[in-house]
């Protein structure tokens, strides 16, 4: 679907906005850069491995307004992947080595074609198929009252938002009501046979933090989201995921007006660790977004920051060409190299 002259100009004078706020500040001197930083002990430049996960963003509509959203995503973002460009997603996914498919958005079941896409991939013998959902979708409206049996169905790993095991804390960052939808959400999937002990059918939840500080311990946290979550409403998961808010988009914009970023950017590069560039996503992902152009992560897609590499596009998609190619990196990066490392599968290191 395209967008309006206007609405691109605006996006694109945003996210020009954003690349340069990243550059500056803190960051003109140039030893406290994170190319820089990876220069110091040889990890410069960050070069893929071989690829496993096949990243594929299906638009930025969604049925939340969610105050850190790295996507910018909500219910008037009119981006959504046309199914021409899934057929050349489909192309890819028979062809690529990739054991998994990872389908986000926005909240992805709200592409049209989101079922037709998921039957079609599953056709095509992906290992492991990811769904990101933010649980209240399935209770938007009836029409996705049943996708907890669709999944099942597909044996779809669902990979679900839940910012808290709190009400309180869900609703702050979520919006209202959105923590008393996401557990009604959990249940059913759990009523399916998702998040048992032995269970296939593999329900993880992620976490990231409501404000301007980094994450704690993932195992802790998933102990205590587990005890709790168990206790009040006897609902099981598999794991959770400890993801660090990376300073681009919404959050980006809050820190600004809380007048947390240089602090929030001090605390990412004084928690900076060299271990986890090893295993950052950007070394075994392929970022796709819904016009079907290509990107090292989705942070890069949302900062509109494309590969390195003459093919930025699914429809001229060569995989040997994709993989010689240098990471596109800037200091949103640090995000993901701090602590124990971040990524879409929790951290790294």
Known sequence: ?????????????????????????????????FANKIKETNQFPLRPKKLEILQINLGYMCNQVCAHCHVDAGPDRKEI????????????????????????????EMNPNFRWFVEEASKAGIKDFIVRS?????????????????????????????????????DKQRGDGVFDKSIKALQMLNNVGYGKENSDLKLDLVYNPSGAFLPGDQKALENDFKKALKEDFNI??????????????RFLDYLIASENYEDYMHSLIEAYNPAAVENVM??????????????????????????????????????????????IINQHCYGCTAGAGSSCQGVVA
């Not at 609405?7 to 500040?25: H, V």
């Not at 021409?84 to 192309?91: F, S, Y």
């Not at 099981?236 to 988009?249: G, V």
């Not at 990107?295 to 596009?313: A, G, P, R």
């Open 1 to 33: 679907m395209k967008k309006s002259l206007k609405a691109r100009n605006n996006d694109l004078a945003n996210t020009e906005r954003q690349l340069e706020i990243l550059s500056n500040g803190i960051f003109k001197d140039e030893l406290s850069t």
């Open 81 to 108: 992947m046309t199914i021409e460009t899934m057929n050349q997603c489909l192309e890819v996914i028979k062809k690529t080595d990739a054991h998994t498919l990872d389908l986000t958005g926005g909240a992805p």
């Open 134 to 170: 933010n649980l209240t979708i399935i209770q938007a409206n009836k029409k996705y009252h049943d996708l907890p049996d669709f999944f099942k169905k597909h044996n779809v790993h669902v990979v679900s938002s839940m910012p808290h095991w709190t009400r309180g804390k869900t």
């Open 236 to 249: 099981d998961f598999h794991n959770l995921f400890a993801i660090t808010n990376l300073p681009i988009s």
């Open 282 to 327: 950007c070394t075994n992902t392929i970022s796709v977004s819904w016009d079907g152009k290509l990107y090292d992560c989705d942070f890069n897609q949302m900062l509109n920051l494309k590969v390195n590499s003459k093919i930025k596009h699914i429809a001229d998609y060569n995989e040997e060409i994709l993989q010689n190619r240098d990471i």
